[in-house]
Each structure stands twice: as structure tokens, then as C-alpha cells.
């Protein structure tokens, strides 16, 4: 398993194709927490559960001022299909070209496998990592670890 | 170790006895069809166990890729309102290929229940609220997928066949043993 940043590092930057015709940067996001969910891939089972229950707990993210994303490797097209199939409400940053440069800034890149870790950060509004968590890649790691970060941290304005 | 954080209590629909050692909760989705294939292996393991088990059943309803799983859901505590859950809760399982909200109204009324009272019930938000509440109850206690299942208080990570929930509930009676 790959080494991923800790709470207090410094969140890297990047600027990901989040649709096939848009790029988010990181330093774009304003004044919200972010979680970045990073996952093997689209389509495969484990991963879409994952993202269909973050689809699901979605406005328990909002409430608490964070934003999601998922990432992996696969490209924007393919992200987009998988979404639509899936009705997600979230978008999918795609790490694709530098293939997994983002994943491996973040320490969450498999490399013998070409794949990103099932590895989540939560992120405050100064882009320092208050949570991760790498979860053994075949282990879907839930949500319950990342509202008990969101709510650990200061209210939303303070 | 993830553990359920939400302690089981009278607003939970209990299976079995209250005096049972171990205690079986089961996070599940109607629209689910694991959760369906689950049912045989989990009466087993009631009918195995005897009067040293009991079940309880709450809702973690996935409803951006289950849209009756919603609906259902609400039905089964509406029906738990007059006395019969598990009643629904079997009868949504077995009817899982043809769930509608049609069928859902022929098995309140299958069940001698009021289709007027299942509508004024589910207007007034009071079943939605009870479902999200235990969805949410679920996600706090590491529910990431249905069925999952806690075997007194403990997530059990292995997979939902008779012999893998035995072997769970076989390891939690020994604990109290000892």
C-alpha cells in the first residue's frame, strides 16, 4: 500500500478535466472543504457502490460545507458515462493524462497496478489536509471516517 | 473495527427474542437483490440459532440507483405502525422483481391495512423521516453497501451466506462465554 499524505500537509494542487470540455483547479474551489475520493476505477463493483453511497449521503457532505470529488485514473468520457449510468450528483476529476500525476502527489498511486488507491482526504478552506485514509483496495471505506473529520473540524465561518 | 453506533431500541423492529445473547442487525435495501438473496441465508440462521438470536432491521436505502427502494421502505413502517413489518418486509422481498408503487398499495391491502391511512401516513413525512434516520444512523456506523450486517455491535466484513454469518455469530457467542 502506498504511503499517503497526512493530516497537516499541504493539499498539492492540480487542474483535472472534470468533464470532457472542463478543468477544475484545485485553487479555483473557494471558501469550501473538499473531499477527494480516490478510487481504482469506473465501473468496477466495489467502486460503484462507494460512489453510489457518496451520492447518497451528498447533502450530509453539503451541510458540513465540503464539497466531494471522486478521482481515478480513467478519462473525462468515461467518467461521464459512468455517471450518467449511475445518476451521480458529484463530479469525477479524471487523473488521466499525466496519467496518475495527482495520485501520486497525494501518495495514493499503485503503481503495479496503474491505478489510484481507494484513498480519501478531507481538505480545509487553506488547502491543508485534515484527514486521510487509505483503505485496503478491495474494502469499500464507507463514509462514516469522513463525516467524523468534517465534524471534528471548526464550524464552517469560524 | 467498525462498530454500530446506533444502539438497537423500541423504535427498531426486533425479530426474536430480547432476551437473545446475540443480536443480528441487518442494514438492508428493498430494491437491493442481495439484500433479497440474503433472506434465506439470514432465516437460517434465526430458525439455527433458535431463541438465542433476534434480527433487527433497518433501512439504507441507495435511492439514486434503487428508485422503489425509497417508497418501500416507508411501506414496511407503515406497516410496522399496525403490527405487521415483517409481514411487508418478507412480502416486499419475495415481490422484489415487480416492485411498484402499484404493488406496493396490493400488499397493504393484502395485509387488511388501510390504503387511505398508507397515504395520509406517507403524506405526513412520518415514515420517510424514521427510514432516513436509520440511513443516516447507518453511514455514522460504517454501512458502505447492503446488505451489511452487525453481530452485537460489530461490522461483519465476511459475506452473507449461511456458513459466513454462522461462523460470525458462532464467534460472538464465544465471546460471551468467555
Redesign the interface.
Known sequence: MSTILRAGARAPGFKLHVTPDQVLLLDEIQGKRIVLAFYPADWSPVCG??M??Y???LP?FRSRGAEIFGISVDGAWCHQAFAQA????FPLLADFEPKGEVARAYGAYRASEGVCERALFVIDEKRAITWSYCSPIA??????GI??ALDAMPKTGE | M?RL?VPVATSDHVLGANSAAVTLVEYGDYQCPHCAAAQLPVKQILLRYGGRIRLVFRHFP????HPMAGLAAETAEFAGGYGRFWNMHDAIFANQPRLSTHLLVTLVSALELSPRAFHEELASGIHARKVHAD??GG???????TPTFFINGVRH?GGYSAPELGASVDNAMLTIAT
Open positions: 457502490d462507494q453510489a453511497l451520492n447518497q449521503v450530509e449511475r445518476h451521480l450528483h474494502v469499500n471505506p464507507g463514509a462514516d463525516l467524523d | 467498525a453506533k441507495l435511492t439514486e440507483v440511513f443516516l453511514v455514522r456506523s460504517g454501512v458502505n453497501g466484513d
